[in-house]
C-alpha cells in the first residue's frame, strides 16, 4: 500500500503558475504508475495528467496539453504538476492518484487507481 501526500496548491492570478507535488509513503513509488485528476465545484472528477512508473510515457487531458507538465523523481518518491498559464477554469481541488497496474490506454479513467491523496486546492482569479 502507498500514501500518498499533495502539497503546492494556492490562489494565483490567471497567466501565472503553480507547481504540485505528490509525495508518496510505503510500498516502492517506482512500482506505481501515477496521475492527477481535478475535480472543481460541481462538476464532475476529471483527469489532468499521468505518467508512467518509468517516467517515460505522459499523457494529458487536451485542455492542459501544452500548459501541464507532468514529471516523477523516483529517487525522492515525489510526482509533480508544473502548470503555467494558467486559466481561471483550471480552478478546482487537485488529487494525485496511484496505480499498481499499467494504465496505459486507460490513464484517464479514474476507477484504474487504487491510492489517491486528500487533495489540494488550486484557485485562479481573473
Known amino acids: 500500500q502507498v500514501q500518498l501526500v499533495e502539497s503546492g496548491g494556492g490562489l494565483v492570478q490567471a497567466g501565472g503558475s503553480l507547481r504540485l507535488s505528490c509525495t508518496a509513503s510505503?510500498?516502492?513509488?517506482?512500482?506505481?504508475?501515477m496521475g492527477w485528476f481535478r475535480r472543481a465545484p460541481g462538476k464532475e472528477r476529471e483527469f489532468v495528467a499521468a505518467?508512467?512508473?518509468?517516467?517515460?510515457?505522459?499523457y494529458y487531458a487536451d485542455s492542459v496539453k501544452g500548459r501541464f507538465t507532468i514529471s516523477r523523481d523516483n529517487a525522492k518518491n515525489t510526482m509533480y504538476l508544473q502548470m503555467n498559464s494558467l486559466k481561471p477554469e483550471d480552478t478546482a481541488a487537485y488529487y494525485c492518484?496511484?496505480?499498481?497496474?499499467?494504465?496505459?490506454?486507460?490513464?484517464?479513467?479514474?476507477?484504474?487507481?487504487?491510492?489517491w491523496g486528500q487533495g489540494t486546492q488550486v484557485t485562479v482569479s481573473s
Open positions: 492518484a496511484g496505480a499498481s497496474r499499467p494504465v496505459y490506454g486507460s490513464a484517464t479513467i479514474g476507477s484504474e487507481y487504487e491510492y
Open positions: 510505503g510500498r516502492t513509488f517506482s512500482s506505481y504508475d
Open positions: 505518467i508512467s512508473r518509468s517516467g517515460r510515457r505522459t
